[in-house]
């Protein structure tokens, strides 16, 4: 009766584990929910918008055109702050980058010139012993202007302070004298890397850096850089853009065509990459780089948005090795379209991989890089959110608010995206991930530093049949071995010792036993990882060797020092088989593996053959030891009747040499 209690308690408990895992594990799949908050009557002056942003909690919008900047609260409509661009020196701006939740812009001029600095919402918290008197009766979500900051009551607790920040830098760059069309900036290490594009097809790459003086308490900002044409007498490029770490520049035409340049050394822009990469439909029409930093989108007149990253391949790659490529094609018809319409607006996530486009028949889409589908699709005319083609994205800095601008109203929806990095494609699919060659099967660790989740089961199921493959190849013998020699050898004395020991690991939980060994065999044998391997094959090669080397002893002489053979495999034979292993692992290394047993396990070098003959090794060794125990070994019964101690020995240990390079030729 216990015992039927026992195994049925058992199976309710791993069925329990199981429910739990389900319920954890179902959220994951659950779709994105887009829902309308507002939509509030806002117009701005019929100028140029030349940047727009959010704050921090996505409640209040800012919009820049040549005039002013204007700060809009978004759930009344109501205009909070208002800047000319004159007095903020922005007067005569054509062009302005702005990184998201950053703070660092680059404003390009009208007469070429270009300067950075610092522009957007900057949000402060603020104890309740400093809010001003108006802001102490606000409700959660009201707004107020005091002076020239902005109030907001966040929560019931807690109360934010957000001012409009246009700090230009003094230094102006000069070297372009004609109109800036675009501008982009990247953070590096030593400081900011810009650059601009004027109408005449002229780029200016400019690094900064900045150090203070100690004596004089003054900011010395240093600035190299150089001037490149990147277009004929009729320039056809529109849009230039830069890696995240600064050190790949790219222009794009509004036909498609593109050229790259690798800008480490700013005084030397070299071109790598220049051609066309795809032939668009229409006109591309906006370029924006995605989080993650090396991933661009792509959008044209006839509604096709496309992704593009450069990557190291085999397809004709530049000099420096690497390759752009277009990854990832979005078309209208994918999403049940009935028409195309010209992508208006593109905003990217600042967190994610998620990004927005929007086209003139008002209909906007949320769209997933990685795994390239489609999150949600919003129809904003027949909300009745917009009445024209929307102008302006923006996406909230935590993915959790998505506003549009049509320059009558601006529509604000609240968006739960769930997972959307997890799908079924994802988890059993290959995906292109940024900067790989090709699409593949890819697990990292959620601890991992990496931008782009990767959660492909298949190298862990398969990871898991190959390691349980190799351990049984290993295992399994000297499991078979030891059973019979502790059945039919052990001496009572000894296996009662033995037997209660392997009986007690054998209780032992494997996930325990292997977390130990993860946690404390394998750093070591990571640093040494072609040692342990080889000394697995030569200690027992060794050790039979030695066996032989043993019988080849006279008899009377055996049994007298036959106590000291233990000993002797001890500090003799296991020490000489460690020995050994040290010997050969570089040439092994080398042999099998290209000289890098990690870089080949990563895929960087080598081919599987290595893989295979050390995955197949034990399973020759024991068709080696078949063949020999069936055709040689009856052959030397008969001619050895009549031979000497000593050369039967020789012999056997002959033929233990020929198995041996028996297994190795089975194996290649």
């Known amino acids: 009766m216990v015992i039927t209690l026992g195994g049925l308690g ?8 199981g429910v739990f895992l389900l319920v954890v594990a179902l959220p994951l799949f659950r779709p994105a929910s887009i829902d309308l908050k507002q939509t509030i009557p806002f117009t701005l002056a019929e100028k140029k918008l030349l940047a727009s942003g959010l704050d921090d909690s996505g409640s209040l919008a800012w919009f ?14 109501k205009e909070l702050l208002s800047r000319s661009t004159k007095d903020c020196g922005l007067e005569q701006a054509s062009a302005i980058c702005c990184l998201p939740n950053k703070l660092h812009a680059a404003v390009g001029f009208q007469g070429g010139e270009i300067r950075t600095g610092r522009l957007g919402l900057e949000t402060f918290f603020v104890p309740k012993s400093d809010i001003p008197k108006p802001a102490k009766k606000l409700q959660v979500g009201e707004a107020v202007t005091v002076g020239d900051a902005v109030y907001l009551q966040a929560s019931n607790e807690i109360t934010k302070r957000i001012e409009l920040v246009t700090d230009l830098s003094e230094h102006v760059s000069t070297s372009l004298k004609n109109s800036i069309i675009d501008v982009d900036l990247s953070l590096v290490s030593s400081g900011s890397c810009f650059v601009a594009l004027d109408d005449q097809g002229n780029i200016r790459v400019e690094k900064l850096s900045s150090r203070r003086n100690l004596l004089t308490d003054e900011l010395v900002v240093t600035a190299t850089g150089s001037t490149t044409k990147v277009g004929g007498k009729n320039p056809d490029f529109r849009f230039i853009q830069m890696s995240g ?6 222009a794009f035409s509004s036909s498609g065509a593109f050229k790259r340049f690798v800008i480490r050394n700013v005084d030397s822009p070299e071109l790598m990459e220049q ?9 591309v029409t906006h370029v924006a780089r995605l989080y993650g930093g090396s991933s661009f989108v792509l959008a044209d007149t006839s509604g096709k948005v496309r992704i593009l990253f450069t990557s190291r391949g085999t397809n004709k790659p530049a000099q420096d090795g690497l390759v752009t490529q277009i990854v990832a094609t979005f078309t209208p ?3 049940k379209r009935k028409k195309r319409s010209a992508t208006c607006a593109i905003s990217t996530s ?12 008002g ?4 769209l997933q890089a990685t795994t390239q589908s489609s999150i949600a699709t919003i129809d904003s005319s027949k909300q009745s959110a917009l009445t024209q083609k929307p102008q302006v994205l923006l996406i909230g800095s935590r993915d959790n608010r998505l506003v549009a601008y049509d320059g009558k109203n601006i529509a604000t929806w609240n968006v739960d995206a769930g997972y959307p990095e997890v799908s079924f494609r994802a988890l059993f699919g290959k995906l292109w991930y940024e900067n790989y060659p090709s699409r593949e099967y890819a697990w990292e660790t959620t601890g991992h530093e990496s931008f782009e989740p990767k959660f492909s089961l298949v190298p862990l199921v398969f990871g898991t049949i190959k390691a349980t493959i190799y351990s049984m ?9 030891a059973a019979i020699y502790m059945s039919q050898f052990m001496s009572a004395p000894s296996k009662s010792r033995i037997k209660p020991v392997i009986e007690m690991m054998a209780s032992l939980p494997s996930v325990v036993l292997g977390f130990i060994a993860g946690l404390i065999m394998a750093p070591l044998i990571e640093n040494s990882a072609m040692f342990f391997i080889s000394s697995i094959f030569t200690v027992p090669l060794v050790l039979l060797v030695g066996a032989f080397l043993w019988q080849l002893w006279p008899p009377g002489l055996r049994s007298r020092v036959s106590a000291w053979r233990f000993p002797v495999v001890l500090v003799v034979a296991i020490p000489l088989g460690v020995l050994l292993g040290s010997i050969v692992a570089k040439p092994i290394e080398l042999l099998l593996f290209g000289g890098d047993f990690f870089a080949w396990l990563n895929g960087r070098g080598g081919s599987g053959w290595g893989g295979w003959v050390l995955a197949l090794f034990p399973l020759s060794s024991i068709f080696a030891a078949f063949l020999i125990s069936r055709f040689i070994s009856p052959w030397l019964r008969l001619r050895s009747v009549h031979w000497g101690h000593w050369r039967t020995v020789s012999v056997a240990l002959c033929l233990c040499f020929v198995g041996f390079i028996l297994s190795c030729v089975l194996a290649t």
């Open 245 to 250: 770490l600064g050190d790949q520049l790219f």
């Open 350 to 361: 600042p967190r994610s991989r998620l990004f927005a486009v929007a086209s003139e028949d």
């Open 333 to 335: 018809e994918k999403y």
């Open 275 to 283: 051609g066309t990469l795809f032939d668009p439909d229409g006109i």
């Open 64 to 77: 820049c055109n040549t005039d002013q900047i204007s700060v809009i609260e978004l759930q009344s409509g």
């Open 10 to 17: 058992t199976i309710a408990a791993v069925l329990l584990v």
């Open 363 to 366: 209909v906007i889409r949320l």
């Open 473 to 481: 190849l290993f295992a399994t013998p000297i499991a078979l071995l």
